[in-house]
T-cell receptor, first 115, second 110 residues
Framework: GAVVSQHPSRVICKSGTSVKIECRSLDFQATTMFWYRQFPKQSLMLMATSNEGSKATYEQGVEKDKFLINHASLTLSTLTVTSAHPEDSSFYIC???????????FGEGSRLTVL | GEDVEQSLFLSVREGDSSVINCTYTDSSSTYLYWYKQEPGAGLQLLTYIFSNMDMKQDQRLTVLLNKKDKHLSLRIADTQTGDSAIYFCAAGGSARQLTFGSGTQLTVLP
């Protein structure tokens, strides 16, 4: 089946630094990608929808200047957490929607720890 | 908007069948998905069903859809310890992103 790859799977950074997480669709072109945040033992919270070649659409309450999303190609979307703080520590998951059926496939997730 | 509800916990004995239930509110949702999440990992698509179907079977997995009641269930036959995970139900349309339930923690007891 379709594969979505996220990198890095784990990252630890110091407070105030920026961290970039990549989401790639490996065997299909993804016109739309989604970024989620998941707190321990909770469901996924949709952060933003990114469409190739246009600006991301952010959900209410998500700071677009803090969580920069770029979807520069049909196979790559990036999420940059700028000036990270300990409260940004979380599990970030991306998903990609292929053309046609609209199935959503998820990456393995990236665990961010901000010290 | 869409609201998806699931029970939080389910425990079964190894070898028994597991049934995880889910309800949704938006009758226009055409795609109904089940995902599995193991600790520390992302979501794995298990199976999905379109709203014009009543049932879908895939090896040990059976999905039942009652569109009238907006009720979806996932049955896992011969549940194994490796099936222990969180199972998320999600609903949405082809032009919209999915709405996820809170997840059901399945624990398989030996």
């Amino acid at each position: 089946g379709a594969v979505v790859s996220q990198h890095p799977s784990r990252v630890i950074c110091k407070s105030g630094t920026s961290v970039k997480i990549e989401c790639r669709s490996l065997d299909f072109q993804a016109t739309t990608m989604f970024w989620y945040r998941q707190f321990p033992k909770q469901s996924l919270m949709l952060m933003a929808t990114s469409n190739e070649g246009s600006k991301a659409t952010y959900e209410q309450g998500v700071e677009k200047d803090k969580f920069l999303i770029n979807h520069a190609s049909l196979t790559l979307s990036t999420l940059t957490v700028t000036s990270a703080h300990p409260e940004d520590s979380s599990f970030y998951i991306c998903s990609a929607r292929g053309q046609g059926t609209g199935e959503l496939f998820f990456g393995e997730g990236s665990r961010l720890t901000v010290l | 908007g869409e609201d998806v509800e699931q029970s939080l916990f389910l425990s079964v004995r190894e070898g028994d069948s597991s049934v995880i239930n889910c309800t949704y509110t938006d009758s226009s949702s055409t795609y109904l998905y089940w995902y599995k999440q193991e600790p520390g990992a992302g979501l794995q698509l298990l199976t999905y069903i379109f709203s014009n179907m009543d049932m879908k079977q895939d090896q040990r997995l059976t999905v039942l859809l009652n569109k009238k009641d907006k009720h979806l269930s996932l049955r896992i036959a011969d549940t194994q310890t490796g099936d222990s995970a969180i199972y998320f139900c999600a609903a949405g349309g082809s032009a919209r992103q999915l709405t996820f339930g809170s997840g059901t923690q399945l624990t398989v007891l030996p």
